[in-house]
Nanobody
Framework: QVQLVESGGGLVQAGGSLRLSCAASIRAFDAYTMGWFRQAPGKEREFVAAVSWSGDSTYYADSAKGRFIISRDNTKNTQYLQMNNLKPEDTAVYYC?????????????????WGQGTQVTVSS
């Protein structure tokens, strides 16, 4: 049974930082592309970032470029999202996701497994 568990969310002031983690109970973790998505109230879930199975390749949504860093540690079956210079518009539930596709997928339907999400709230 596949399980993805996010942690690290919370309340932070604008300009602050948070580091999200996603612990994966998944066979052959290093065979999956990992991604982060977020969903703000009243909005659709949107792509944030993805990292290749090896960790060598990454891709970011425009909103995350220059501020967020995605990474993974295959020895720990864990991926991370370092979020810096947070803005109120980053407020959302952040979801970890795993995809069997290799080309840094960016849509919800391309991901097979999802976590329950962790709330990030950025105050102004």
């Amino acid at each position: 049974q596949v399980q993805l568990v996010e942690s690290g969310g919370g309340l932070v002031q604008a300009g602050g930082s948070l580091r999200l983690s996603c612990a994966a109970s998944i066979r052959a973790f290093d065979a999956y592309t990992m991604g982060w998505f977020r969903q703000a109230p009243g909005k659709e879930r949107e792509f944030v970032a993805a990292v290749s199975w090896s960790g060598d390749s990454t891709y970011y949504a425009d909103s995350a470029k220059g501020r967020f860093i995605i990474s993974r540690d295959n020895t720990k079956n864990t991926q991370y999202l370092q979020m810096n210079n947070l803005k109120p518009e980053d407020t959302a539930v952040y979801y970890c996701a795993a995809s069997p596709l290799a080309r840094l997928p960016r849509t919800n339907s391309q991901y097979s497994y999802w976590g329950q999400g962790t709330q990030v709230t950025v105050s102004s």
